[in-house]
């Protein structure tokens, strides 16, 4: 009775790494404030993946600050949902260490995101960086989420997570709850701006929008966006990849079907299109804009929030990690 009533268990993360932008916002954090109602959500800001790379300390203590005001101003309630640091729950390490000794290095050979950033970080590449999805398992299994809410570029990661569960449960039984990766119809993947055969990624600041980006600096990088020859605002992702782009974050950003923005835009060149997509995402961040710039100010609030998200995870976390440490054959201590 009591399993069949409880609200189903949502988890998901981002990497301070950065500031947040328009890419994780559509395929990821839009989803998290609409799940919100209906489910029980717990989000994280996941500080220790961010360290795979060098990290400066300030920078990153000063983006975890501004990232959980920006996680507030999206919409999420800290009265219905769980924010909070990943460091600040040391359960996090303690399970990815168990876990990692359930997982093969063949497996985590094979993840495109480590094959990418070990390309990119050649002169650094990290046991942390190897390990990382053995972490992001730990996050989600620890409060036995059963839907993580991602762009597709983790739904592998989600997948080992599975496997790697699936595994554990196999030898001792149900500990953990096998999740599913929760990936958006629109926007799961949005491109450059600059580069549409490419991801929009932080590391590419004019070919990404950030959410805390002036409407000045928004207009400039739609303006410039990579279009094609063509005139025609149509959805043909493999023959105009720019403008499918375009279309895809104008619908996301809107609320607009594709067929209702091509309609819109039948007859009219990327001159009026551009500028319409630019506006449409201005629209979307500068309430969200403002309203962070609100919270960064009020330090003692949001101190609040994410010491009493903690606690609320740790108490999570604690009943998971006990359970595995008895089956695992550890005394208690
Ligand atoms: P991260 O921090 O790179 O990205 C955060 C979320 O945003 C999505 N995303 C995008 N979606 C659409 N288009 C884009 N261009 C785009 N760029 C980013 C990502 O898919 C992601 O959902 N490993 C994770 C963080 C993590 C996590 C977890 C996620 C750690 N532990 C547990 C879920 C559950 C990552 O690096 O995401």
């Known amino acids: 009775m009591e399993s069949s009533e409880r609200k189903k268990r949502i988890f998901s993360g981002i990497q301070p790494s950065g500031e947040l932008t328009l890419g994780s916002y559509m ?33 990153l203590r000063r983006r975890a600050m501004a990232q959980l005001a920006q996680y507030i101003a999206c919409g999420l309630d800290p009265e219905k949902s769980i924010l909070f640091i990943q460091s ?36 650094n590449i990290t046991a942390g960086l190897f390990t990382y999805p053995v972490l992001m398992a730990a996050d989600i299994l620890l409060y036995q989420a059963d839907a993580v809410p991602v762009g597709a570029d983790q739904k592998q990661h989600v997948e080992l997570c599975r496997d790697i569960a699936g595994r554990f449960n196999g030898i001792y039984g149900d500990v ?4 599913e990766p929760f ?29 805390m980006d002036s409407p000045e600096d928004i207009r400039r990088k739609f ?34 079907t594709v067929e209702a923005a091509e309609a819109e835009f039948a007859g009219q060149g990327y ?21 962070a710039s609100r919270l960064m100010k009020d330090r003692t609030y949001l ?31």
């Open 27 to 59: 395929g990821a954090l839009k989803s998290w404030v609409n799940m919100q109602e209906e489910y029980d959500c717990v989000y994280c800001i996941v500080d220790m993946h961010a360290i795979t790379v060098r990290q400066n300390p300030a920078e």
């Open 88 to 123: 600040h729950v040391p359960q996090h390490a303690e399970l990815a260490w168990v876990l990692g000794c359930y997982t093969q290095f063949g497996e985590l050979s094979r993840m495109t995101q480590f094959k990418q950033k070990s390309q990119q970080h050649a002169d």
């Open 176 to 179: 953990f709850t096998l999740p």
């Open 183 to 211: 990936i958006p119809r629109m926007g799961a993947r949005i491109m450059s701006l600059g580069n549409p055969e490419n991801k929009m990624s932080k590391s590419d600041p004019e070919g990404c929008v950030f959410l």
């Open 223 to 256: 303006k410039r966006a990579v279009t094609d020859s063509e005139t025609s605002v149509r959805f043909d992702p493999a023959g105009k990849p720019g403008v499918s782009n375009l279309l895809t974050i104008y619908c996301a950003a809107s609320g607009r």
């Open 271 to 291: 001159g009026v299109f551009k500028p319409a997509v630019a506006d449409a995402v201005i629209a979307l961040t500068e309430p969200i804009r403002a309203e």
């Open 303 to 333: 101190e609040g929030i994410y010491r009493s998200g903690a606690e609320r995870a740790e108490q999570l976390a604690r009943r998971t990690l006990r359970k595995v440490y008895k089956k695992v054959g550890f005394i208690e201590r």
